[in-house]
C-alpha cells in the first residue's frame, strides 16, 4: 500500500484521534453499519494504512467533484456535500 504524509494528515480531519477533534459531522463516520466493518473504521490498524483505505474508497470522479466551490457528498462512506466557498480553491 502506498503511505503518505498527506494522506495521515488529511486523515486528522477526518477521524478523530488524541491531537484533534473532529467536527460533528465526521466524528460519527464509523458509527454507521454500513462503514463500521471497513478498515478504515479499525482503530488497531496503522493510521496510514486507514487513510490509504479510505481514500482509495472514493472513486476519482467523485474525488473531483469535492474540489468545486459546492463540492459534492460522497454518501457511501458518509462523507457530506460542503461549501468551500473560496478557502479551498485557491
Given at each position: 500500500?502506498?503511505?503518505?504524509?498527506?494522506?495521515?494528515?488529511?486523515?486528522?480531519?477526518?477521524?478523530?484521534?488524541?491531537?484533534?477533534?473532529?467536527?460533528?459531522?465526521?466524528a460519527?463516520?464509523?458509527?454507521?453499519?454500513?462503514?463500521?466493518?471497513?478498515?478504515?473504521?479499525?482503530?488497531?490498524?496503522?493510521?496510514?494504512?486507514?487513510?490509504?483505505?479510505?481514500?482509495?474508497?472514493?472513486?476519482?470522479?467523485?474525488?473531483?467533484?469535492m474540489?468545486?466551490?459546492?463540492?459534492?457528498?460522497?454518501?457511501?462512506?458518509?462523507?457530506?456535500?460542503?461549501?468551500?466557498?473560496?478557502?479551498?480553491?485557491?
Amino acid at each position: 500500500m502506498m503511505k503518505a504524509n498527506w494522506v495521515a494528515a488529511w486523515f486528522t480531519l477526518v477521524f478523530p484521534c488524541s491531537l484533534v477533534v473532529a467536527d460533528p459531522l465526521w466524528a460519527d463516520v464509523c458509527t454507521y453499519e454500513s462503514v463500521r466493518s471497513l478498515p478504515f473504521c479499525d482503530t488497531s490498524l496503522d493510521l496510514e494504512d486507514r487513510v490509504v483505505d479510505y481514500v482509495s474508497r472514493i472513486p476519482t470522479s467523485a474525488q473531483i467533484r469535492m474540489l468545486k466551490h459546492g463540492a459534492e457528498g460522497f454518501e457511501p462512506l458518509k462523507i457530506p456535500p460542503y461549501q468551500w466557498w473560496s478557502e479551498g480553491l485557491q
